[in-house]
C-alpha cells in the first residue's frame, strides 16, 4: 500500500479470508507461502515481456507482498548457449503473426538455477512446443497444438507466436483470453518449419546425450564415472581384445593402443542414444552373422587352448560376452557345435 501511495497511480489486488487455502492444511502459512510461489513463477512467465520492457511499452512493476515479481523468460534468450532461429512472418487478413523459434541450451550448460527456474529435467520436457502471446502477454504454452507428440529429444524446442488481438476472431479464445487455438492458415505453416525446429533442438541434445548401463555381462565397453563427468572406454580385459593385444610385439603394441584410443575418443554415445530414443528398430540379424561369430569363436579357441582349462572357461563364459551375448540363439548353436565336435 505504500508502494502505491507513493507512485500515485497502479492497481493493487488484496486477497482476504482465503479460506480454502486453509483447508485440509497443517499448517496454513506453509500452504499460503506455496501458492504464493505458484503465484509469482505465473506472473513471471505471463507477463515477462512486460516486466522485462521487452513489450516496447512502459515497462510493467508488478510487487508481492512488496517484494518485485522479476521476468522469467522460457527462452533463455540472453544465454550464450541458446540458439536463435530467423523470424518468419505469416500474413493473414492483413495482419503479421511473428514467429520464432528457440533452442534452449542443452542441460549439462544450464545452471542448477537455470535448471530449477526451467522446473527441472521434467519441467524441460512437459513445456517444450509453442508459446502464443496476444499482444506480447503469454496466453498459452508448452503445447504443439496437436501437430506434433511431445518427445525426450524435442524438449528443447520453443517456438515463440505473437498474434495482434485484431485476430481474436480466428483464433478459438476463451473468454478470459488465457487459452489460443491457432486458425488453420496459421497451423499449416507451423506444421511447416515444425521439422526443422524440432530437428535442431534434437542435433543439441544428442550432441551431449549419454546412455549408460550396467549388469553381470562380459562388454567390450566400460563405463567409467569420475569428477568431471562420464566417459566410455574399451575393456582391455575383454577375452577377444585381450588375446589380440596379447599377439602384438612392441612396436605394434604401441599402435594398438592408439588405435583403441582413436575408437574411444570418438565413440558415437550421442548418435547411439538419439537412434534408440527414437523408437527406430534395430538392424535384424544378417545371414553372415553366424558365420562371423563361429570364425570369432575359433580364433578365440587358439589362444584359449594353450592354457590349462582355457577352452572350458572360454565357452562357458561365450553367452555372456560382447558380441555373443546380443545373438543368445545364435551363440547356443555356435555352443552346441563346439561341444559336440569336441567330443569326437
Same mark, same amino acid.
Given at each position: 500500500?505504500?508502494?502505491?501511495?507513493?507512485?500515485?497511480?497502479?492497481?493493487?489486488?488484496?486477497?482476504?479470508?482465503?479460506?480454502?487455502?486453509?483447508?485440509?492444511?497443517?499448517?496454513?502459512?506453509?500452504?499460503?507461502?506455496?501458492?504464493?510461489?505458484?503465484?509469482?513463477?505465473?506472473?513471471?512467465?505471463?507477463?515477462?515481456?512486460?516486466?522485462?520492457?521487452?513489450?516496447?511499452?512502459?515497462?510493467?512493476?508488478?510487487?508481492?507482498?512488496?517484494?518485485?515479481?522479476?521476468?522469467?523468460?522460457?527462452?533463455?534468450?540472453?544465454?550464450?548457449?541458446?540458439?536463435?532461429?530467423?523470424?518468419?512472418?505469416?500474413?493473414?487478413?492483413?495482419?503479421?503473426?511473428?514467429?520464432?523459434?528457440?533452442?534452449?541450451?542443452?542441460?549439462?550448460?544450464?545452471?542448477?538455477?537455470?535448471?530449477?527456474?526451467?522446473?527441472?529435467?521434467?519441467?524441460?520436457?512437459?513445456?517444450?512446443?509453442?508459446?502464443?502471446? *496476444?499482444?506480447?502477454?503469454? @496466453?498459452?504454452? $508448452? +503445447?504443439?497444438? !496437436? =501437430? /506434433?507428440?511431445?518427445?525426450?529429444?524435442?524438449?528443447?524446442?520453443?517456438?515463440?507466436?505473437?498474434?495482434?488481438?485484431?485476430?481474436?476472431?480466428?483464433?478459438?479464445?476463451?473468454?478470459?483470453?488465457?487459452?489460443?487455438?491457432?486458425?488453420?492458415?496459421?497451423?499449416?505453416?507451423?506444421?511447416?518449419?515444425?521439422?526443422?525446429?524440432?530437428?535442431?533442438?534434437?542435433?543439441?541434445?544428442?550432441?551431449?546425450?549419454?546412455?549408460?548401463?550396467?549388469?553381470?555381462?562380459?562388454?567390450?565397453?566400460?563405463?567409467?564415472?569420475?569428477?568431471?563427468?562420464?566417459?566410455?572406454?574399451?575393456?582391455?580385459?575383454?577375452?577377444?581384445?585381450?588375446?589380440?593385444?596379447?599377439?602384438?610385439?612392441?612396436?605394434?603394441?604401441?599402435?594398438?593402443?592408439?588405435?583403441?584410443?582413436?575408437?574411444?575418443?570418438?565413440?558415437?554415445?550421442?548418435?547411439?542414444?538419439?537412434?534408440?530414443?527414437?523408437? *527406430?528398430?534395430?538392424?535384424? @540379424?544378417?545371414? $553372415? +552373422?553366424?558365420? !562371423? =561369430? /563361429?570364425?570369432?569363436?575359433?580364433?578365440?579357441?587358439?589362444?584359449?587352448?594353450?592354457?590349462?582349462?582355457?577352452?572350458?572357461?572360454?565357452?562357458?563364459?561365450?553367452?555372456?560376452?560382447?558380441?555373443?551375448?546380443?545373438?543368445?540363439?545364435?551363440?547356443?548353436?555356435?555352443?552346441?557345435?563346439?561341444?559336440?565336435?569336441?567330443?569326437?
Amino acid at each position: 500500500m505504500p508502494v502505491l501511495k507513493a507512485q500515485g497511480r497502479g492497481t493493487l489486488v488484496l486477497w482476504r479470508q482465503l479460506d480454502r487455502v486453509a483447508a485440509g492444511e497443517r499448517s496454513v502459512q506453509h500452504a499460503l507461502s506455496e501458492k504464493m510461489d505458484l503465484v509469482r513463477r505465473h506472473l513471471a512467465l505471463v507477463f515477462h515481456k512486460y516486466l522485462s520492457g521487452e513489450s516496447l511499452q512502459n515497462r510493467l512493476e508488478i510487487l508481492l507482498n512488496e517484494n518485485p515479481v522479476l521476468p522469467f523468460d522460457p527462452f533463455f534468450a540472453k544465454h550464450r548457449a541458446t540458439q536463435i532461429l530467423q523470424e518468419e512472418v505469416i500474413r493473414i487478413a492483413d495482419n503479421n503473426v511473428f514467429i520464432k523459434a528457440y533452442i534452449l541450451p542443452h542441460i549439462s550448460k544450464l545452471s542448477p538455477e537455470e535448471l530449477s527456474s526451467a522446473g527441472g529435467e521434467e519441467g524441460l520436457r512437459h513445456n517444450q512446443g509453442f508459446y502464443v502471446y *496476444r499482444n506480447h502477454r503469454l @496466453i498459452t504454452w $508448452g +503445447t504443439w497444438f !496437436r =501437430l /506434433t507428440k511431445q518427445a525426450e529429444l524435442s524438449k528443447l524446442a520453443r517456438v515463440s507466436v505473437n498474434i495482434p488481438n485484431a485476430l481474436d476472431h480466428l483464433w478459438t479464445l476463451d473468454i478470459k483470453k488465457a487459452t489460443a487455438y491457432p486458425p488453420e492458415e496459421v497451423r499449416r505453416n507451423l506444421s511447416r518449419i515444425i521439422d526443422r525446429i524440432v530437428g535442431t533442438s534434437q542435433r543439441v541434445y544428442t550432441y551431449r546425450g549419454r546412455v549408460t548401463k550396467s549388469d553381470n555381462l562380459i562388454h567390450s565397453w566400460t563405463r567409467l564415472e569420475g569428477r568431471h563427468g562420464i566417459n566410455y572406454v574399451v575393456n582391455r580385459e575383454h577375452p577377444i581384445i585381450k588375446a589380440f593385444g596379447d599377439r602384438l610385439d612392441v612396436d605394434n603394441r604401441k599402435m594398438y593402443e592408439l588405435l583403441l584410443d582413436t575408437i574411444e575418443r570418438t565413440f558415437p554415445a550421442d548418435a547411439l542414444y538419439a537412434d534408440m530414443a527414437s523408437d *527406430r528398430p534395430r538392424k535384424p @540379424i544378417d545371414e $553372415g +552373422t553366424k558365420e !562371423r =561369430l /563361429t570364425e570369432l569363436v575359433l580364433c578365440l579357441l587358439e589362444t584359449a587352448e594353450a592354457v590349462k582349462g582355457g577352452r572350458t572357461r572360454l565357452l562357458e563364459n561365450l553367452a555372456c560376452m560382447d558380441p555373443f551375448c546380443q545373438y543368445p540363439g545364435v551363440t547356443e548353436s555356435i555352443l552346441k557345435e563346439m561341444s559336440d565336435g569336441y567330443r569326437e
